[in-house]
């Protein structure tokens, strides 16, 4: 039950729930902490005003609670913590949690009314502590938010199981051990204040009185209050709408909101909804029954590595103090390198098993708040919160997933001393691998045929000679940055083909391979020489060209990403010839030529003096949605082109090429747009969050728009608000300018505003974030813009 608590804390206040209430984003807050952190919205800013100035903007524009995101800074949208642009500027403060709060812009005003039932301020917004969603309260303020009955009974029941006994309510100063209850007054007395202020004669003789335990249980049993709605505060509810996902009475049914909503009998779904919770809680049980079995076994591991830590040093100061004087100076060294890995082992599992442990409690304490809530016997308040529990009883359970419980290391040291070299050849003793009873492979041999570049991307391929007896049981390729900085494996596998994305444009590789069993390594492979295409206009030129034969290789991610994507890529071709180095191949690629019309190439068999002429080359870049980094949400189609999302809330999506130099252009149009949502579109990272809007933090620069205008957006920072919006059937269009360092946005064929962002130095990847409301189809290998090339030649 302990772990459970930090379930029922206010993120505001730090303590126990005070008569909360649930939010829209379905969490919850004390009423009074709710008043606490209201902003008052400016008046001129306000929907209200917007409506009476006849501004067009209907009401769903600011009332859906769907959308959620209706209010921030400088009108942009989304909401925050940053404050209003026209509102005065307020020191925030910082709860027992870490939660930024705002404290009232100015003194409630005197009134007769409980704080908790005081009128709010005109234009107030509030702002989820947790997930940050701010919304405008309408006229019922703080009223139209329904109170958390369930959580409020999961609260007592918890405070009352703390505690140890339970004391007089009529002591002054120490509260003594309680002896009797009285069920009609629902007091707690103590023998003393029995007497004094309960005596059995008159009235309070009729009284009934019962052991404190039995006056807990009866507590625990008396009905509670009948919910009312919150829209008709005399009606209580009575079904369920099935499409809002909420507790309604008999007049929403025939004059409100859900007069068109399906809806079904309240005491049904509240059995359906405390079953799926129930089936939930299952699957999260055995996960945390495996969790607990995983924590013994990593445990006796560390156990296990001790003791064979302790036998694996004795043995090998036996096979040392047997070569006297001679081994004693290198006996120190190999017992160094036996503690090392021995550290090394134990900080791993360790460190899996803090890492478990913390997780462990977090599902334990979850599932015991859950079980609570499925004892609560009110079918409308448990609704309430039953799906947002269930998601979360889902997501914790995916953590759970496969490769989280496998250990990180193993117990056994497989090293072994050896000891049969005469006594000269000690200062070349080291250790060898138990199991090392055969030769290193043979240096593999680069296919040059196969090998070819595309775009920023670069295929390589390779064999074993055709005389090697001995197997490899792997290969592993090294590719520098570019600069001719150091090698580094991009790719570790049995496969004999790969292909390299995220490459820098117009940059020089040079790559190598080499191959492994599990005797040792082999000798590196001749280096490769790789040039990726160019992203400028080139001058008239000329190259050798053999057309080699099409294989699908391995894709690889960017050598500076640890993702690894094996899926068939881009048949290409290349052209290469031999530098002046014997052991330096030079390959350069331009697949755009070979699709050139009126071009027409020969077999293989071609001569290398063979030249095709390339003029005014301009190489663009062809690419798709990459569904490997891409949120889970999110829903391909149309081979990874087009996009949608099964989540309400926003969610990112990547391209698979990056880029770093030169100037890309490419194209989104909006095949379904319902609700006005509002996707943004832009540029981000490689690692940039991808379950918030694109553009909430650092690692994405975007334009977010809705029907009516747009904002440009970066580290959560909103600005540029620009009139005009998207409809189905837009194209946005993204400009990426490494020579200006620029990023510019368009909205049908018009430029969006003014330059979006400046300085933009790096490798970026194109993005999108969208909901369910909307689908994008992506459009590249597109043509800079001739109007943008006429003015950036001026410039």
Avoid at 223 to 238: A, G, I, Q, Y
Avoid at 713 to 734: D, F, L, P, Q
Wanted: aromatic residues 8%.
């Amino acid at each position: 039950m302990e772990e459970m608590e930090e379930e029922l804390k206010c993120p505001v206040c730090g303590s126990f729930y005070r008569e909360p209430i649930i939010l829209p984003c379905s969490h919850n807050i004390c009423q009074a902490c709710a008043r606490n952190i209201l902003v008052q919205t400016p008046e001129s800013e306000s929907p209200q005003s917007r409506r009476a100035s006849g501004s067009g903007v209907s009401d769903y524009d600011y009332l859906d609670l769907d959308k959620m995101s209706l209010y921030s800074e400088a009108d942009s949208g989304y909401g925050s913590y940053g404050g209003f642009a026209s509102a005065p500027t307020t020191p925030c403060q910082k709860s027992p949690n870490g939660v930024r709060v705002f404290p009232p812009a100015m003194p409630p005003p005197a009134t007769h009314l409980s704080p908790a039932l005081a009128s709010v301020p005109r234009n107030s917004c509030i702002t989820c502590p947790q997930c940050h969603r701010s919304l405008i309260l309408d006229d019922r303020g703080l009223r139209g938010f329904p109170k958390n009955r369930v959580l409020e009974g999961v609260i007592d029941r918890y405070q009352q199981s703390k505690a140890a006994a339970l004391k007089c309510q009529l002591c002054e100063k120490a509260p003594k051990e309680a002896t009797v209850m009285c069920e009609q007054c629902d007091v707690f007395y103590c023998d003393p204040c029995r007497l004094r202020c309960h005596p059995p004669r008159g009235p309070l003789a009729k009284h009934r009185l019962v052991p404190p335990a039995q006056g807990r249980v009866s507590r625990r049993l008396s009905p509670r209050k009948v919910s009312t709605c919150t829209d008709h505060e005399l009606e209580n509810h009575s079904m369920y709408c099935v499409q809002c996902k909420m507790p309604v009475c008999y007049q929403c049914l025939e004059e409100g909101k859900h007069s068109s909503h399906e809806v079904k009998a309240l005491g049904a779904m509240w059995k359906l909804h405390k079953s799926q919770l129930s089936q939930a809680l299952n699957g999260l049980s055995d996960r945390a029954k495996e969790a607990k079995e995983f924590l013994v076994q990593l445990r006796n591991m560390v156990q296990q590595i001790q003791e064979n830590s302790v036998e694996f040093e004795a043995c090998l100061v036996a096979q040392c103090d047997a070569l006297i004087d001679a081994l004693n100076r290198r006996k120190a060294q190999l017992l160094a390198r036996v503690n090392k890995e021995h550290e090394h082992k134990l900080k791993v599992v360790r460190d899996q098993i803090s890492h478990c442990t913390v997780k462990l409690r977090q599902t334990t304490g979850l599932m015991e708040y859950c079980l609570e809530v499925i004892k609560e016997n009110d079918p409308s308040g448990f609704l309430q919160i039953s799906d947002a529990l269930i998601r979360r009883v889902h997501l914790t359970e995916d953590q759970w997933g496969k490769g989280t419980l496998t250990p990180r290391m193993t117990t056994d040291f497989d090293l072994s001393l050896d000891n049969s070299p005469l006594l000269q050849s000690i200062h070349q003793l080291d250790f060898v691998q138990m199991k090392a009873s055969s030769p290193v492979p043979a240096t593999p041999i680069l296919q040059l045929e196969d090998c070819c570049t595309h775009n920023n991307s670069a295929t390589l391929s390779w064999k074993q000679p055709p005389l090697s007896t001995v197997p490899a049981e792997g290969y592993i390729l090294e590719l520098d940055d570019g600069n001719g900085g150091q090698f580094r494996e991009v790719y570790v596998g049995k496969e004999t083909m790969c292909t390299v994305d995220g490459l820098h444009f117009n940059s020089t590789y040079n790559a190598r391979i080499k191959a492994f069993n599990k005797t040792g390594v082999s000798q590196y492979s001749k280096t490769l020489v790789l040039q990726t295409s160019e992203d400028t206009d080139s001058e008239e030129q000329t190259v050798p060209f053999p057309v080699p034969s099409e294989r699908l290789p391995l894709r690889r991610m960017s050598p500076f990403s640890s993702t690894l994507n094996l899926q068939p890529s881009f048949p290409g071709r290349a052209y290469f010839d031999f530098r002046s180095s014997p052991h330096q191949l030079s390959l350069h690629s331009s697949l755009q030529s070979l699709n050139a019309p009126g071009c027409n190439f020969e077999t293989q068999s071609t001569s290398y003096s063979q030249l095709v002429d390339i003029k005014k080359l301009l190489a663009v870049a062809w690419f798709a949605f990459d569904p490997g980094s891409a949120h889970s949400d999110i829903i391909f189609s149309n081979d990874n082109l087009t996009v949608t999302c099964s989540s309400y809330d926003d969610r990112v999506v990547l391209g698979k090429t990056g880029f770093s130099k030169g100037v890309h252009y490419w194209e989104l149009t909006v095949d379904r747009y319902d609700n006005h949502p509002d996707p943004a579109f832009g540029v981000a990272r490689i690692d940039v969050m991808k379950d918030v809007m694109l553009g909430k933090d650092d690692k994405a620069w975007a334009m977010y728009v809705d029907n009516n205008r747009s904002w440009f957006m970066h580290n959560n920072s909103h600005t540029n608000r620009t009139e005009g919006g998207i409809t189905k059937g837009a194209t946005i269009g993204v400009l990426l300018d490494f020579n200006r360092k620029t990023l510019t946005f368009f909205i049908n064929d018009e430029q969006q505003g003014p330059i979006a962002f400046e300085n933009v130095e790096g490798l970026f990847f194109p993005a999108v974030s969208l909901n369910r409301n909307v689908q994008v189809t992506l459009h590249t290998g597109l043509q800079v813009p001739d109007f943008y090339s006429s003015r950036a030649s001026i410039a």
